[in-house]
């Protein structure tokens, strides 16, 4: 099972999903609940790729990433690696917050279409059992 590969196509799922979910929110609500759940599909495309940037960070850190060994020589990651994780995170959870409440887009439906992320690795776990099996 190559867990690289199914990283990979989770990003897709979020596309996908987001332009669906785009769709049928723009059919319920007109077009102030599309720009809704577009930009919580953004928002769900850039938390999964800080999150894997994150994890594989760590797994840096702790080591654990195979084919990625310390050079002979290097320096050991500086210990305010994981205070600059929390940072990015923070910043993005209140940059989105901020845009939210200033643009006069629908809140409820763009958590909506934050929800595409954990979705997307749904549709990853099923379409792993049901095809790649």
Known sequence: MDYDLAIARVPRWIIILGLVGTGVAGRMGGLPWAGSFFAGSIAAWINFWLLEKAVNRLGELAG??????????????????????????????????????????????????????????????????????
Do not use: D, M, Q, T
Not at 81 to 98: D, N
């Open 64 to 133: 654990a990433v195979p084919g990625k060994e310390p050079a002979a020589g290097a320096k050991p990651p500086s210990a305010g690696s994981g205070v600059r994780i929390f940072i990015r995170f923070a910043f993005f959870v209140l940059g989105a917050f901020v845009i939210l409440r200033v643009s006069g887009l629908n809140v409820v439906v763009a958590l909506c279409g934050l929800l595409v992320c954990p979705a997307a690795v749904l549709v990853e776990i099923f379409y792993e059992l049901a095809f790649l099996n």
